[in-house]
């Protein structure tokens, strides 16, 4: 069965560290592959989307992350936090391009220290 | 910014009662979804709707899930006898289409406790 890891599922680091959270997926076909940030209170938003070319996708306040089919690996890194980066973040698949059935990692909980 | 929006953000319920989620998609989208978060756990699709009626469900979407447009604007999730393992939060989700260049988007979420 299609299935989506998250490794990390609280992470705490200081205000300027670097993050990487990892997110593996298991499924040997195309996929589409997404990162989504929730902010306390508020809806899930996409932070960054892959479908195809470059493995290395950016996105917006400053992710990015990339997609190694080898490893079926799309982990996403940011260079530097910020203490208004905490959130709850999820990695997706959707296996099935063309629908919007994704299957969800359990999430990561950053929290980042001021 | 257009978004989909959710009521009520937290409901508590006892086992057995019917509830309803409401949901107000983004008015051009078409396609609407909901998924679900049991605490601690992933986040779940549950079902598809598009043009006024299921395109797709997940096993755990059973006899006791239904969902309905009632008009042009809502998008409703009905839970008829809940059983306190439906606490979760639940997402709503639309988007304009289908294809490789189109994005979901998701509402906060309705937290639900079943009692």
């Known amino acids: 069965a299609q299935s989506v890891s998250q490794h990390n599922h609280h992470v705490i680091l200081s205000e300027a560290a670097s993050l990487e959270l990892g997110c593996n997926y298991s499924?040997?076909?195309?996929?589409?592959l997404f990162w989504y940030v929730q902010y306390p209170g508020q809806h899930l938003q996409l932070l960054l989307k892959?479908?195809?070319?470059?493995?290395l996708v950016k996105g917006i306040k400053g992710f990015e992350a990339e997609f190694i089919k080898s490893k079926f690996s799309f982990n996403l890194r940011k260079p530097s936090v910020q203490w208004s980066d905490t959130a709850e973040y999820f990695c997706a698949v959707n296996a099935r391009p063309g629908t919007y059935k994704y299957i969800f990692g359990t999430g990561t909980r950053l929290k980042v220290l001021a | 910014e257009p978004e989909v929006t959710q009521t009520p953000s937290h409901q508590v319920t006892q086992m057995g009662q019917e509830v309803i989620l409401r949901c107000v998609p983004i008015?051009?989208?078409?396609?609407f979804y909901w998924y679900r978060q049991i605490l601690g756990q992933k986040v779940e699709f549950l079902v598809s709707f598009y043009n006024n009626e299921i395109s797709e469900k997940s096993e755990i979407f059973d006899d006791q899930f239904s969902v309905e447009r009632p008009d042009g604007s809502n998008f409703t999730l009905k839970i008829r006898s809940t059983k306190l393992e439906d606490s979760a939060m639940y997402f709503c989700a639309s988007s304009e289409g289908q294809g490789p260049n189109t994005e979901a988007f998701f509402g906060q979420g309705t937290r639900l406790t079943v009692v």
């Open positions: 499924y040997g076909g195309t996929v589409n």
């Open positions: 008015s051009n989208h078409l396609y």
């Open positions: 892959y479908f195809s070319g470059d493995p």
